[in-house]
Every structure is written in C-alpha cells, then in structure tokens.
C-alpha cells in the first residue's frame, strides 16, 4: 500500500484542537489498515510569525509542494491584529494558495438530517440538500491588473479593480465543475453577470463550448448571480454544481454555507492542476476561523475539520468508500444526539471536542465491524 504523505498545519486558535481531533481519526483508518499515512507538521499564521517573523516560511512551502495533501485548520487572532499587512496570519494563507497554485475551491453544502431544523431556512428547503459550490480561487477581480487608489484633481479618491478571465482560467476551473458533476447529479449552473460584463459573457461562451465538445453528457443552465444568490435561499436544492468566479463564489459559498445551520460543519477542499503524472495539488480546510472566543476550552465543534479530511481521501486518493464510512459515522453520531455547543439544541448536553472525537471513532469501529 502507498504511504500518504501529508503536511498538517494546525495554525492559531482552535487549530491545534480540531487538528487533534483529526489525527485520531487518521490514526484510525492507519489502524485499520485502510491507507497508510506519512504525517509531518509545521507552522503557518500567527503561530509561525511568533517563532519566525513572517506567517509562512519558505521551507513550510516547499514541503506543502511535496506533500500528496496539506490538511490546514484555521489562522488568526486578536493578538496578531495589528500587525502590518505584510506579515498577518491570513497572508500566510493566501500566499500559500498562490504557491502551491490552488485555483479551485470546492465548497459542499450538505444539510445532515439530524441538523436540518438548526438551518435559518424551514425544513422542507433544506431536508436533504447535497450541492457543490466550485470557485475560481486565484484569479478574477481580487487579483486583476490595473488595481490601486488614486487621488483626482478635484481633491477626492477613486479605488478602482480590474475583472478579467482568460479562456485558459475559465476552462480549467469548468473541467473541474463538469468532472465532479459526473460523480454526482450530472448537473452544472454556471453563474456569471453576463448581461452587464464582458467578463462574464466570455466566461459564458467558454464553457457552453466546453460543456458541448467534451461534457454533453452533463446538463448545464446559466444563471446571473443576482437570481442565483435568490434561488439559493427559495429553492436551494434546484442545484447540483454551481461553478463561478471568485468574486461571486466568494460570496454565494458563505451564503450557501449558511443554509446548512453550522460553521462547525463545513469542509472545504481546495485543487491545482494535475502533472503528467497525474498529481494534483490539495489543502483541505475547514470554512471556520479560528474562534478564538472559544480558543483552548476543549469546547471547538472537530468536525468541519474532520470532514475536511474525508474529502482528502475522496479527492485526492479516490477512496470514496472510506470517505463514505467517515461522513456515515459522523452523520449517525449526530443522529445519536450528541452535539458540541455550537450545534447543540435546547435540551442537549453539549459535549467537548475530545468527546465528539471518542463517538466518531467508536462509530467508525462499528460501522467497520
Ligand atoms: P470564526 O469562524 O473564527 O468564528 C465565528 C463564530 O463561530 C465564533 O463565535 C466561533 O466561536 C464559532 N465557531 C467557529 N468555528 C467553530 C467550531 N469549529 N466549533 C465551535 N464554534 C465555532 O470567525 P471570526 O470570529 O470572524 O474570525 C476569528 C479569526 O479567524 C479572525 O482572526 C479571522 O481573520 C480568522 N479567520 C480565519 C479563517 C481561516 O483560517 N481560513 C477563516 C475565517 C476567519
């Protein structure tokens, strides 16, 4: 069997907690001989800055370059606030996306059974909701040339962005939305502002040709993002993948992430393209911060993190059986009723981070039995 290897970032605040957490599971599929891991650790955000000076060290790169996986909790922190922008925790983060070229985010929104009545949204909504948030990650309006702040004669300011896509960063993140559509409900809704933006229509055009020379198989609809941020909370499961940019993405995945209740919940995976040999950059994360609120209390729901990393062993190993198992036992944990604070309801005990661990992995020995 290949051994795995894989760089583990627990970062500031609860990091170090839910990191823990997930290492037991890891330890749990080593134990049960289903894969075999080769973990190393380091520093990224304010834990490297407080021992390096910077949030990300070159050395921390070039073993997230050679790891197969980095598996990264959460940065930042009040006592690294007022630090220059240069050296904050988040820029750690976003210089590592860059470097290791992580050009789509893959955020699931999936609404467990046990958790549905937690979602702002009523019941029926949400019962049952799987869809696939895909967003550009490194291009688009954040990273777009001309950008700056300039002072007008008359004594005033102008800020000014630049969105622009290329047909090339346009297909490789629509190859990506297309191939998970596959494994899934072979259904994809692209979200642009085509009526209004050159950029958009040029993303649009791209991927119906994509979509018509190599995907008919999967169906594909168009969508403005404007009614796309009104469908998602009228009628959230219409969906299957939606694929947009990173402006948009960056907004609809917060708001989508909410239909489900919980960001104690939330995985996220994020891919770069794939060499010759078929090797694909991934980091996995949970969508929460840090929570340094609840920081060192033991408290920190573990499981986004630990659904981080089943979508490791799904994307980057292809080990959709094992992935399975993992979200099985968390689901029927959950349907057990036990629940940490943050998603615990009237009536329910909330448990700590070590206990919510015990339960998944004595649900995994009993789902494998
Ligand atoms: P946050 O996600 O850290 O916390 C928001 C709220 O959710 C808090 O009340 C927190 O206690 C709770 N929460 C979050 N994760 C939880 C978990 N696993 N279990 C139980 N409760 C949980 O967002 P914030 O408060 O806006 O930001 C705090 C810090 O995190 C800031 O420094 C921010 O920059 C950073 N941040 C980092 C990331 C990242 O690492 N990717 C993302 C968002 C925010």
Redesign the pocket.
């Known amino acids: 069997m290949k051994t795995r290897k894989i760089l583990a970032l627990a ?1 500031d ?2 990091g170090p907690e ?1 990191l823990a957490a997930t290492r037991r599971v890891m330890d749990w599929f080593q134990a049960a001989g289903r894969i075999k891991f080769d973990v190393s650790e380091g520093l990224i955000g304010g834990a490297s800055y407080d021992v390096h000076k910077t949030p990300l060290t070159d050395d921390t790169v070039t073993q997230a370059k050679a790891a197969d996986a980095v598996l990264f909790a ?4 009040p006592k690294w606030d007022t630090l220059p922008y240069d050296v904050r ?2 820029k750690g ?1 976003l210089r590592l996306r860059k470097e290791m070229g992580l050009f789509a985010n893959l955020r699931p929104a999936i609404v467990m059974d046990a958790l549905a009545s937690a979602s702002s949204l009523k019941l029926d909504l949400v019962k049952g909701l799987d869809i696939m948030i895909v967003r550009e990650l490194i291009g688009g309006i954040y990273f777009g040339e001309p950008r700056g702040v300039e002072q007008l004669p008359d004594g005033t300011r102008r800020g000014y962005n630049t969105q622009a896509y290329s047909t090339a960063e346009i297909l490789r993140i629509a190859h990506v939305a297309f191939d998970l559509a596959r494994k899934r409900g072979k259904r994809v809704c692209s979200v642009d502002k085509a009526n209004v933006m050159e950029s958009g229509l040029v993303w649009r055009e791209e991927i119906t040709k994509l979509r018509d020379a190599q995907y008919p198989d999967v169906e594909l609809s168009h969508m403005y993002v404007d009614n796309c941020s009104m469908q998602l909370v009228r009628n959230p499961k219409q969906f299957d993948v939606i694929v947009t940019d990173n402006l948009f993405g960056d907004i609809l995945s917060d708001l989508a992430s909410m239909l489900t209740g919980s ?2 919940m939330l995985p996220s995976a994020s891919l770069g393209a794939a060499d010759s040999s078929g090797r694909q950059p991934a980091l996995y ?2 969508v ?7 920081a060192g209390k033991g408290i ?2 573990p499981l ?1 993190m630990i659904l981080s990393f089943a979508m490791m062993l799904r994307y980057s190993f292809n080990l959709g059986a094992d992935a399975d198992l993992l979200e099985k036992a968390v689901q029927s944990v959950l349907s057990s009723g036990i629940r ?3 998603i615990a309801e009237a009536g329910q005990t909330p448990v700590g981070t070590v206990a919510m661990t015990d339960a998944v992995v004595k649900e995994l020995t009993r789902l494998a039995a």
């Open positions: 970062g605040g609860i839910v959460c940065i930042g922190g925790p988040e983060l960001l104690g994360e949970p929460h911060g840090s929570a340094p609120d609840i920190a729901n986004a940490t604070g943050d």
